[in-house]
């Protein structure tokens, strides 16, 4: 068994349902340790709810090549992720525990196999062998850990960031484990994301007895042609790293559950997937405008979730993609599609981020699973960016700050 794989199945055998971590930051925190990374374990939780409290963990091997003021300091490089997986489901629907790693058919099954404790494992061993060959490489390397990924994402990656922003740690580039690939480990990487904003509209209207309509007003048939207007709009045409923003409806409630009473209110929830292209106050602007024009009597709640971010093609993406190019043979493609990713954070504080991770088409679902030929496919991508950002670092040693 392979040193990668291993550690996979040891992390996958801790069931760390979100927020909960089972002690896998402490397994991870101990190998890096070894190495001479100095490690921050810094719980938080919602004010009042300690038994939601996230682990989080920082851990940091500064390079002693360059030394003195940040601006002119060693570059730092963050391996980022996160030790939480979602709900199994019903176990009973698994073709094996979820917690226990199996192996059938040159497949590795278990909760969190591609989503994404493969991908801490690969991350660990990378450094394991790099920092053998290369005692005082002339970047230092750093991990992002959190339990609070899969959660509300409120005490996690923001709550470290912020830590950092107080300390003034400067950071460089971001590779967030993210399972990212489509059919071969290393096909695709994200090298940005969009935003994502979500409104709660509830439209109010006058409750009734459905056979005296003129006595009532409904709020259904009120609130109707806005809606059909605002699926209409086009908010913006995207650009070379973006597709067009999108807004979509997820859930509509209305009515008491009678078949004989006009509702009081109809309850919409939205959420928009916005790019570069527009921002949070366009996108809050045109959507009201629309509800004013149709005379509706309404109230609005927002909830910005995260802002779109782009890594466009750099140092931090060509030194990826020439590793998984020396990998895999086959030219990586970038993408800015999907959901969010903590990424979104770390993007506010570090000027490169992008996300590489195995294959995503099992993340999520039961029996999820992970080639084990990928498993050692993306430590040896990984470990192919650390050797590539030393000669990189080693070429400009004083690179500008932050």
Not at 55 to 67: E, I, P, R, V, Y
Not at 103 to 125: N, P, Q, T
Not at 126 to 138: G, I, L, T, V
Not at 147 to 154: F, H, I, L, Q, R
Request: aromatic content about 6%; overall charge negative.
């Amino acid at each position: 068994m392979s040193t990668t794989l291993e550690l996979t199945e040891l992390l996958i055998s801790k069931a760390s349902i979100t927020p909960k971590d089972e002690q896998c930051q402490s397994v991870i925190a101990k190998r890096l340790e070894s190495l001479g990374f100095v490690c921050d374990h810094l719980p938080s939780a919602p004010e009042g709810a300690r038994e939601l409290e996230v682990q989080n963990l920082w851990a940091m091997k500064a390079s002693t090549t360059h030394q003195g003021p940040q601006d002119r300091a060693a570059p730092v490089l963050v391996f980022a992720g996160h030790t939480d997986v979602v709900p199994t489901g019903p176990m009973k629907s698994w073709s094996s525990d979820p917690f226990a790693p199996s192996k059938r058919e040159g497949k590795l099954y278990g909760r969190g196999a591609s989503d994404m404790k493969s991908s801490l494992a690969a991350m660990v061993v990378a450094c394991e062998e790099f920092y053998a060959k290369e005692a005082n490489p002339a970047f230092s390397v750093a991990f992002l850990l959190t339990s609070d990924e899969e959660g509300p994402a409120t005490n996690g990656t923001v709550a470290v960031c912020n830590w950092l922003t107080e300390k003034k740690q400067r950071l460089d580039w971001c590779i967030v484990g993210e399972p990212t690939s489509v059919n071969v480990c290393g096909d695709m990487i994200k090298n940005g994301r969009r935003g994502t904003l979500s409104g709660k509209l509830v439209v109010k209207g006058v409750q009734g007895h459905i056979a005296y309509p003129h006595l009532a007003k409904n709020p259904i048939h009120l609130v109707a042609p806005a809606l059909a207007e605002l699926v209409s709009i086009e908010w913006d045409r995207g650009n070379a790293f973006f597709q067009p923003t999108s807004w979509q409806i997820s859930n509509i409630h209305a009515g008491t559950g009678a078949s004989n009473v006009i509702a009081g209110e109809c309850v919409i929830d939205f959420n928009f997937r916005f790019c570069t292209e527009s921002t949070v106050q366009s996108l809050q602007q045109r959507l009201q405008s629309v509800l004013d024009h149709h005379a509706l009597e309404y109230a609005l709640q927002w909830t910005l979730g995260g802002q779109p971010f782009i890594t466009p093609p750099g140092p931090l993406v060509e030194v990826v993609q020439a590793s998984i190019e020396s990998v895999i043979h086959q030219r990586a493609e970038l993408s800015t599609t999907g959901g969010t990713s903590d990424g979104r954070f770390i993007a506010t504080i570090c000027p490169e981020v992008i996300e590489l991770g195995p294959p995503n088409a099992s993340i999520h679902k039961v029996d999820e699973h992970i080639e084990i030929a990928d498993i050692d496919r993306l430590k040896n991508i990984y470990l192919g960016v650390l050797e590539r950002l030393n000669v990189l670092a080693n070429a400009h040693p004083a690179p500008t700050a932050n």
